[in-house]
Each structure stands twice: as C-alpha cells, then as structure tokens.
C-alpha cells in the first residue's frame, strides 16, 4: 500500500514549511554572523558618534549663542556712539560687526 502524498492547502504548508526549515538550517549561521557583525558596527558608531557628533552640534549652538550677544553688545555700543575701530579694539569680531553680504 503506497501512503497517498497530500495536496490541496495542506500539501502546500507542508512543503512550505520543509523548504523554511532547510533555508533556516542553511542560513542560520551565517545570519547569526551577520547578525553580530551589524550590531557590534552599531554598537561602535553610535558610541563613536555620542562622543564626537553631540559635542561638536553642542559647541555649534553655544557659539551661535555667543554671537547672539556679542550682537547685541555691539548695537548698544553702536547706539552710545563708537566706532567700528573702538568695537574691534575692545575685542568684537567682525562678524558681529557687520551683516554677512551673501545672504
């Protein structure tokens, strides 16, 4: 007596199901290696990235700050009466000086 193979939907999932376990038997090891080269390169850029990218966008925003009221300083000395000069002798950048010309 010869065992009748099933068709239909069942025959389907079970083929499905003998092809996934051979493509898991086959892939699984080098997936695990994928797996934990991708993390460990994860790992290192975001720690290499918490320690140089935050800082430098942190110095960006504290220096744009700066000039902000060096700005400042600068209008009021302007509207009490000094120079250009005077404001670069006292230490002012000429940034904060005079308005960029490319915008």
């Known amino acids: 007596m010869s065992l009748k193979k099933a068709g239909g939907l069942r025959g389907f999932l079970n ?14 090891p080098w ?11 994860g790992f290192l850029i975001s720690t290499s990235l918490f320690v ?17 009221l060096e700005k400042l ?7 009490k009466g000094y120079t250009d000069n ?4 006292m230490g002012f950048s000429e940034t904060a000086l005079y308005n960029p010309s490319v915008l």
């Not at 600068?74 to 509207?79: A, E, G, I, M, W």
């Open 15 to 28: 083929k499905v199901t003998s092809s996934a376990s051979k493509a898991w038997s086959v892939s699984s």
């Open 73 to 79: 300083q600068v209008n009021d000395f302007k509207s």
């Open 52 to 68: 140089t990218l935050i800082p430098l966008i942190m110095e960006i925003d504290r220096e744009g700050q700066s000039l902000k």
């Open 86 to 89: 005077q404001l670069i002798q």
């Open 31 to 41: 997936g695990f290696l994928a797996y934990t080269k991708l993390t460990y390169t």
